[in-house]
């Protein structure tokens, strides 16, 4: 046996590792990503701006300048902390090391998959709650889920990944008030929902609201935020790394940020396209669509290993989850561009005729 198999531990050795499809050449609608370049009369501007960063020193440490930068863009009240992570993935780890080791993290099934892979990381205990056939939150389980488990934390997706729906406000508030763990609403999709926790920080202590700008054009930047009330993020930012928003990052989101009007187009663009693609699956009559408030659709699809191996064939790469629990024959589309939407549909449509 290999020293790595002799030294690592045992329930690290029966992960797996999280998976990236290659995607060269291809129209890439499987991540959730903007399908929105930097617009060329901006790239100029972006360059000079980042001919000025000071590559031989360290970053600012608390990112001050972009830490307002991401108030002004998402409206956040200055009476709330902010957290900056290198990623949101970086702030769960970091929510889950500030447990003891055995907690429990509880969360919504299917949701996002990182919930269940920290805890195994951190030692931590997961425990997953079904949601309904048509995914909403089961409140009863949920209630008697925290009650039976008491967990540290509970993680809510809201919208949720992979489903794209939002849950009702109501239930979340219950689950809230009926538990003293700390309550995280990952609102990684909030610029294309209706609805946010953001401003209910105020009301109860137990909540914190995670975001990203991933979902709305900047994934390269690996850059989350953690929003509380000042208290918890005091507490939390011990447990943050040094240094761990870096230069490149800090100096291009402080630039490509604030354009705060280019960004919001972007999104009602992205609303129109959801509308439009769902309507043109929905009239597929093999497909079952469900109810979206991301940036993404979630379908059944008769045969949908075979149409994800089709539509991969034809250039298209979407995200496969037939053979998830509780996915069965499901498969997953960001919103692209309209002639990425286009193209899509077209290969649908051709491999059902």
């Known amino acids: 046996m290999s020293f790595i198999n002799n030294w690592l531990r045992s329930d690290i050795k029966a992960i797996n590792a999280y998976h990236v499809p290659a995607a060269d050449n291809m129209i890439k609608l499987d991540a959730m990503e903007s399908p929105f370049a930097l617009p060329d009369e ?38 709330f902390g902010v957290l900056l992570g290198n990623g949101s993935d970086e702030l769960i ?6 447990c003891e080791t055995n ?19 951190t030692r931590l205990n997961y425990q997953g709650v079904a949601l309904t056939k048509d995914y909403q939150l089961d409140l009863n389980k949920m209630l008697e889920a925290v009650n039976t488990h008491k967990p540290k934390l509970i993680f809510i997706a809201y919208p949720n990944n992979p ?8 239930a979340i508030e219950k689950i ?6 700390m309550v995280i609403l990952d609102e990684a999709y909030y610029a294309y ?6 401003m209910d920080i105020a009301k109860y202590p137990n909540l914190v609201v995670l975001r990203t700008v991933s979902k709305i054009g900047f994934a390269g930047l690996r850059l989350g935020l953690l929003i509380g009330s000042k208290d918890t ?101 960001t919103v692209g561009d309209n002639a990425q939407n286009q193209q899509f549909i077209q290969i649908v449509k051709k491999f059902y005729d």
């Open 176 to 181: 809230i008030q009926s538990t003293n763990a």
């Open 42 to 79: 901006l790239i100029g501007q972006y360059l000079a701006y980042l001919a000025d960063a000071q590559l031989n020193r360290y970053p600012n440490p608390g990112a001050d300048e972009l830490n307002q930068t991401l108030r002004e863009l998402m409206d956040i009240p200055d009476e």
């Open 93 to 98: 780890q970091l929510l889950a090391l500030a």
């Open 163 to 170: 489903t794209g729906n939002t849950f009702d406000r109501k």
């Open 233 to 333: 993020v005091a507490e939390l930012d011990k447990l943050r790394l040094p240094y761990n928003i870096n230069t490149l990052t800090q100096v291009s989101a402080n630039f490509l940020l604030k354009e705060k009007s280019e960004i919001n187009n972007n999104a009602a663009i992205i609303l129109e396209q959801r509308q439009i693609l769902s309507k043109a699956l929905t009239q597929i009559k093999e497909l079952s669509v469900y109810p979206s408030q991301a940036n993404f659709i979630l379908f059944k699809a008769p045969k949908a290993q075979a149409l994800f191996d089709y539509l991969k064939d034809n250039g298209v790469l979407i995200k496969n989850l037939s053979s998830a629990p509780k996915l069965m024959d499901c498969l997953r589309v």
């Open 103 to 121: 907690d429990t993290i509880l969360s919504v099934e299917p949701s996002f998959v990182m919930y269940d892979m920290i805890a195994k990381f």
């Open 193 to 198: 929902a209706a609805d946010s926790f953001l």
